[in-house]
């Protein structure tokens, strides 16, 4: 998949963000010395996929806070619109009309055709991971946003996973096509783990790729239908 540089989409995102309703910036430029002295240090240039969107949830600030510890895992989750609109549960608009209803947030939503949007960006924490505990360490105990990189797919889990959520007689009519997760949604999912961990030096492994419901004990994604081994190298 092609990759450009997110130095390109972070200066685009700020020209975006800025002209969201932000007043007009003064025509003139700055001191070329001004320039020099704000600018960050080089780093070494930092790839997103093709698909990722800039797609901020409103304003940058709600839902998220500026990232305090580097993150040292990524969460796996699923999500839908389907108890809003049944017929209709990966309707973009709609699924992402949960995330600002529920007042929480997420990294990345990654859709059914594999396309990976940006909602948060990498350095501020998402709320997605709600209470939860994680190698029974004081230091995550229902802090785990402050620790991780949260990734949603759009996909529904078994019947038991989803039954907070339906009857089972609705559960029974949804196509056999949207349980479960796509092809295109491994593949992009994949490529978009292997990058965050890459430039976050985390662990390619299931100790540090964990699934919502391995941290939090009242959640279900992304269940037994998520193949942990489509997305980490040597699983089984
Ligand atoms: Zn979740």
Not at 144 to 168: A, D, Q, R, V
């Amino acid at each position: 998949m092609k990759k450009r540089e997110i130095g390109i989409l972070l200066l685009l995102c700020l020209v975006l963000t800025g002209c969201a309703g932000a007043p007009a910036e003064p025509a003139t430029e700055p001191p070329v010395t001004e320039v020099i002295a704000t600018e960050p240090p080089p780093t070494e240039p930092i790839t997103v996929y093709e698909g990722a969107i800039e797609d901020y949830l409103g304003e940058i600030t709600d839902f998220s806070w500026e990232q305090e510890y580097p993150p040292e895992y990524v969460m796996i989750h699923f999500c839908s619109a389907v108890v809003n609109h049944f017929d209709d549960p990966y309707n973009y608009d709609y699924v992402r009309q949960t995330f600002t209803d529920a007042e929480v947030s997420i990294h990345y939503l990654v859709d059914r055709d594999g396309q990976i949007f940006c909602f948060i960006p990498e350095d501020r924490s998402a709320w997605h991971a709600g209470y939860g505990t994680w190698l029974d360490d004081e230091k995550y105990t229902n802090k785990m946003n402050k620790y991780s990189i949260g990734i949603e797919l759009m996909g529904m889990g078994t019947y038991e996973e989803m039954s907070g959520y339906l009857h089972k007689w609705q559960y029974k009519k949804i196509p056999q096509e949207d349980l479960g997760f796509t092809d295109a949604q491994y593949e992009a999912l994949a490529d978009l783990v292997a990058d965050i961990c890459r430039r976050h030096e985390i662990p390619l492994d299931r100790d540090h790729i964990i699934g919502h419901d391995e941290f939090s004990p009242k959640k279900r994604d992304p269940g037994e239908l998520f193949d942990w081994s489509r997305i980490i190298p040597g699983l089984e």
